[in-house]
């Protein structure tokens, strides 16, 4: 499998071949979150699947992850997120791993990390991390048609609101009090968020993220970005900007880690707001340094009526040994 691999859905499960020991995917408002476990319908050779979802949602979450839990039969089990509890979060999803059989043996992972908040992702990576550094974990991922589907560009939102920041499980990052703070936002479409997230933080320097051109998974989807990041660029007197890949995970972990190196001796707060495959990139730049933080802004209201309209490709990308490895001390 090439490092970034795009296909059609209804061509990946004849793409995938192998056999998966264990399908973690995640049940969402999104009706997206079916794209990838319709497709694998037909994949013969899929050990144990764990269905994810939040469990204090709307009835739509409920519905798609008993959905889910049908389509992929009998060897499916849920296993119930908590958006409030990062905590109870990964317990859960600790224990699903080690029932899947992740304890005892390597094993192959096919993860879909399409409808994954951010903050849980982060959290199952860094669960992952324990148990696949000699194993094989294939992520997929089924970029959305369109985002607030129907609005123009400049009225398009996802959330509004923020009930919380918090650091993610898992990344705490090494403060030391004698610093000055360093924030960076991989800026995706929610401004609003990204604010907070400033103000909240105070830092006393400021990196603000774009998509590199080429790398969005549709020129759409750029031209809302770059609002965003003109929107978010305009609240603050002076800052860093730079460009990262939005679905090469290797190409994301170093600009991360290079934009990182530019200014030592500070404190590093992340704020991963962009697409998935760029947050993977952003844990793999914390697994390779410790004194990196990474953040989450939880936010109050989401677009559930029309967050996003399914689009008909898949992104796949294999994590190599090399990617789970941590800084050496």
């Not at 209804?10 to 399908?23: A, K, M, N, W």
């Not at 997230?197 to 750029?222: M, N, R, W």
Request: glycine share 6%; charged share 20%; net charge negative.
């Amino acid at each position: 499998m090439s490092r970034n691999q795009e296909v059609m859905l209804t061509e990946l499960s004849g793409v995938l071949g192998q056999p998966y020991d264990v399908f973690i995917c995640s049940a969402s408002y999104e009706q997206r979150c079916r794209s990838i476990p319709d497709a694998l319908v037909s994949h013969p050779h899929i050990g144990k699947s764990l269905v994810c979802f939040n469990q204090k949602s709307s009835a739509t979450v409920a519905n798609n992850a008993r959905y889910l839990l049908d389509q992929l039969g009998t060897n499916a089990q849920k296993v119930p997120l908590d958006k409030a509890n990062p905590l109870a979060t990964a317990d859960n999803l600790q224990r699903a791993l080690s029932h899947a059989g992740g304890d005892d043996r390597d094993l192959t992972y096919l993860v879909d990390i399409t409808t994954f908040t951010h903050e849980a992702l982060l959290i199952l990576l860094r669960l992952l991390q324990a148990r696949a550094a000699r194993g094989t974990v294939v992520l997929a991922y089924a970029p959305a048609a369109e985002y607030s589907v129907g609005l123009p560009p400049e009225e398009k939102w996802l959330s509004k609101g923020i009930t919380d920041i918090r650091s993610v499980l898992g990344y705490p990052g090494d403060s030391r009090p004698s610093r000055k703070s360093h924030l960076i936002v991989l800026v995706g479409f929610e401004s609003e968020r990204a604010e907070r997230l400033l103000d909240e933080y105070q830092p006393h320097v400021i990196s603000l993220g774009f998509g590199q051109y080429g790398t969005a998974t549709s020129a759409q989807h750029q031209q809302v970005n770059r609002l965003a990041f003109g929107q978010l660029a305009s609240k603050v007197t002076k800052y860093s900007e730079f460009e990262f890949s939005c679905v090469d995970v290797l190409a994301a972990e170093d600009a991360i880690a290079y934009q990182v190196a530019k200014f030592p001796d500070c404190n590093v707060v992340i704020a991963p707001m962009n697409t998935k495959l760029s947050t993977v990139g952003v844990a793999g730049a914390a697994f390779r340094n410790e004194e990196i933080q990474i953040c989450y802004a939880s936010a109050s209201q989401y677009n559930v009526e029309a967050y996003s309209r399914p689009g008909d490709t898949c992104i796949l990308t294999e994590l190599t040994p090399e990617y789970w490895k941590s800084a050496q001390r």
